[in-house]
């Protein structure tokens, strides 16, 4: 058996992930087999999806990304106006490319957006 502590939050809801060592606040310990996977999140709002690069300190890297006079004005055009974002849109995967993000990265940044509630 590996155990695994699980964060809480305030109310007590299960915060997403596991961590192999206890972390500051609430949680609990729990048997790895019991820990239900992570949620996969494929669509998010522009606030949702904001929100998580402003929160991983990436929010910069991609307003200079859209505004480079390399990129695909379409992608800029995306990034400025979508009302939600795709995780398989071209704008996506050409960003995460030139930033040099991992497939894991970006599915990761998803799903933290997912959890965002305005």
Known sequence: MVMRWV????NGNRLPGDFALQ???PG?????ADI???????????FQALAALMQ????????AWANAPGT??????ALETATEFSIASPTMTAGA?????????????FNAAAEIVA
Do not use: C, N
């Open 36 to 46: 239900p996977p992570a949620a996969i999140a494929f669509t998010v709002s522009r």
């Open 23 to 25: 972390q500051e606040g």
């Open 7 to 10: 964060r809480h939050d305030e």
């Open 72 to 77: 695909d004005p379409l992608h800029k055009l």
């Open 97 to 109: 490319a030139a930033l040099g993000w991992s497939g894991a990265q970006l599915q990761a940044l």
């Open 56 to 63: 991983a300190g990436l929010l910069d890297d991609v307003t």
């Open 28 to 32: 609990e310990w729990m048997d790895e």
